[in-house]
Every structure is written in structure tokens, then in C-alpha cells.
């Protein structure tokens, strides 16, 4: 099954900058921005935002203002805050390096079981299997074919380790499950190993149910997220007068919504003006 995978994906992996790098720095900037957003977005992204702080220690030393205006388009700011904070804390728990064992990397600002894993396993070339959406729903149908939770699938993802290039062969399921066994209509009959699936796209779906099951999202515009989003790229072009915030973003609700950014450390007063944390 190994083989026929990666037979598969020598012809089909995706040409992804974060996987020309075993820098572990620069798959841990790739992994928090991909954590909430397309690939596609972050590519150019990633990039631009690698030439601006090229280092753990560029990073830690620019103001919150600078990350935040770096992040522009990504969306779900906060991410680019625990970023923030996560450099910080490995200049000066680790002395700028990033740490190579599981506990340490899982001990930083922001990073969960899955970012941890990832970049053990695609910068330091650790046997560890890095579970997201699309190993999760390759893991429910090819070999369990029932919902699972987040412990069982990292248990059959770890079970899945072959004797070769970890890197590889997580890029190999995180690809087939967003090429092929895809959440919506998966195709089956490009699946190369669709003879040794559990499942056969045949009875309900396992990847249906389960902690990695699909979500469906809430509206978007008019949302608490929304104007958030708004609050933070009108920022990006400056200060903001309390008299001026319901214009700045349309909302008669401004000012609860920049309280929120200012809970988080996205913004702060200074005097009667908000802006980006210096």
C-alpha cells in the first residue's frame, strides 16, 4: 500500500516552496500560516513574509505592529501574534534555535500536537506523523472505516510509519486526501490504492463523523470575525480616533470589536487613538 502511494504521489505531489526546505524555521512560519488558510494564499505570502523576517531573531526583534502588517491577507490575525510571541520564546528558551524534540516545539506560544509533529517530521526528518484534515480522512477510510478521534487517528497515522522518508511520506497522504479522497465527492476511481481500502466509498462515511469531521462554517460577513478582520486592515494603514471607529469599519458595534482586539494584544490605546501594537 506504502509503494503504491508514493509511486502515486512521485507524479502528483504539489510543487510547495515549505517542501524545498528543511529549514526548521521556515516550515514553522509554513505551517502556522496554512494552519487556517488555502494553499494557495500562502505560498506568495509565505515568501514575502520569509524575505521581511528571515530568521527567529528577525522575527522576535520586529514590533507586533510590523507582523501584523506582513500578515495582510491571511486572515485569522491571531495567528500572526502567536507567531510572534512563538519566536520570542525560542530566542530566549533555545537561543534562537528550534527545538527538535516533541515536548519543547508542543511548549512553544501557539503550537499545537499537529504543528509540533510537522515540523519534526518535515525539517528534522523525525518519525513523526503530522495528522490534519487530509491524513485524518485517509486514515478513517483506507484503514479504519469508522469515525475516529484525535487520538486514534494519530494512533493508526503513527502505525503507518514505513521505514522511509517521513517527509515523504506525509506529503504523499496529505496530497492524496486533497486530491483524491477528498471531503466532498472523493474520487475513488483515481485512488491507486483503492483495492486495499476499508472503506471502498461504499455505506456511510467514516471520515463523515469522527473529531476531524467536516465543519459548517457560520456566515462569515457580519460576523464578530468579520469586522475583526476589518478593525486589523484598517489599522494596517494607521491609527484609528475613537470618534471614528464605527465609520472605519461599519459597524455601530466598533467599539466592543476593538475591545476584543485589544484583549488579544492586536491593538492597543494610545490615548483616544487604537492602533497596532508597537
Do not use: K
Amino acid at each position: 500500500m506504502q509503494e503504491l502511494i508514493l509511486d502515486w504521489y512521485a507524479t502528483r505531489a504539489r510543487p510547495l516552496g515549505w517542501r524545498r526546505t528543511s529549514d526548521p524555521y521556515e516550515i514553522l512560519v509554513s505551517e502556522v500560516m496554512l494552519q487556517q488558510t488555502q494553499v494557495a494564499r500562502v505560498e506568495p505570502a509565505w515568501r514575502a513574509f520569509l524575505e521581511r523576517f528571515p530568521t527567529v531573531g528577525a522575527l522576535a526583534a520586529a514590533p507586533l505592529a510590523e507582523v501584523l502588517r506582513a500578515w495582510q491577507g491571511l486572515g485569522y490575525n491571531r495567528r500572526a501574534s502567536q507567531l510572534h510571541r512563538c519566536a520570542t520564546a525560542i530566542l530566549e528558551r533555545h537561543g534562537g534555535i528550534v527545538p527538535d524534540e516533541l515536548e519543547a516545539l508542543r511548549a512553544l506560544p501557539g503550537i499545537g500536537e499537529y504543528t509540533a509533529r510537522a515540523v519534526l517530521a518535515f525539517a528534522f526528518g523525525r518519525r513523526a506523523a503530522p495528522v490534519d484534515t487530509n491524513v485524518a480522512r485517509v486514515v478513517a477510510r483506507l484503514v479504519a472505516a469508522q469515525p475516529l478521534g484525535r487520538a486514534e487517528a494519530q494512533r493508526f497515522a503513527d502505525d503507518l510509519l514505513g521505514d522511509g522518508d517521513p517527509r515523504v511520506w506525509s506529503h504523499a497522504l496529505m496530497d492524496l486526501g486533497a486530491q483524491v479522497c477528498t471531503s466532498r465527492s472523493p474520487r475513488c476511481e483515481e485512488c491507486p490504492v483503492i483495492a486495499a481500502c476499508a472503506w471502498h466509498g461504499q455505506g456511510p462515511d467514516p471520515a463523515a463523523a469522527g473529531a476531524y469531521r467536516p465543519r459548517v462554517q457560520p456566515r462569515f460577513v457580519g460576523s464578530d470575525r468579520y469586522y475583526r478582520g476589518r478593525l486589523v486592515d484598517a489599522l494596517r494603514a494607521g491609527g484609528i480616533s475613537r470618534a471614528d471607529l464605527a465609520a472605519a469599519i461599519s459597524t455601530p458595534d466598533a467599539g466592543r470589536i476593538a475591545g476584543m482586539l485589544v484583549s488579544e494584544g492586536l491593538a492597543e490605546w494610545s490615548g483616544e487613538t487604537l492602533r497596532l501594537p508597537c
